[in-house]
């Protein structure tokens, strides 16, 4: 298994392994080509894959808004879970962010995602009942 950084050239294989993962992606949005292309590009080394020969079978986002860092997107295709690929992901994601100067890290999970949730707090990220998450979109489709 070898973990790498992502370029532009393995997004096929991305939305390939998010498609696999059933993570629900936004193609005409923060997930289009354009779109991944700039951040890669404002944000090299926080696209992370994990592959197995020349298939992608793991990935991660890394993201931070200069005070907190977010670990995004981690999908393992389901062929390779329960080896211990996401909390490799993990730890490589807040590596890239420790490398900026990012020293809190989170994460978003849907209620009903018990692995993720698992995973989170496996890898120490403690569970805040009193927030919500609230956001005002542009659009549907971003
Ligand atoms: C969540 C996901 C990334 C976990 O990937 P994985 O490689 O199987 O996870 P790991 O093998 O590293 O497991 C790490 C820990 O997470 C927990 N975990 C993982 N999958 C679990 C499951 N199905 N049920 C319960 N706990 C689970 C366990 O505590 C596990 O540690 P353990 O094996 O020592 O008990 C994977 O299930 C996935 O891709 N899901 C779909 C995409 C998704 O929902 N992503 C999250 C978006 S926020």
Not at 21 to 27: H, I, M, N, Y
Not at 28 to 51: L, Q, T
Not at 65 to 75: F, M, S
Not at 113 to 136: E, F, P, R
Request: hydrophobic share 40%.
């Amino acid at each position: 298994m070898k973990i790498r950084k992502l370029t532009i050239k393995d997004y096929p294989e991305l939305i390939r392994l998010w498609d696999r993962a059933r993570l629900p992606a936004k193609p005409k949005g923060r997930d289009s080509k354009a779109h991944i292309a700039k951040e890669m590009a404002c944000n090299p080394g926080f696209f992370i894959g994990a592959f197995e020969k020349d298939m992608m079978v793991g990935t991660i986002i890394a993201s931070h808004d200069g005070r907190k860092g977010w670990l995004n997107r981690i999908a393992v295709d389901p062929d390779y879970r329960r080896q211990g690929l996401a909390k490799i992901l993990t730890v490589a994601g807040e590596k890239a962010l420790r490398k900026r100067g990012i020293r809190i890290f989170g994460l978003l999970i849907h209620e009903y995602n018990a692995a993720s949730l698992k995973l989170a707090q496996k890898m120490g990220y403690k569970v805040h009942n009193d927030i919500l998450y609230l956001t005002k979109r542009n659009g549907d489709h971003i």
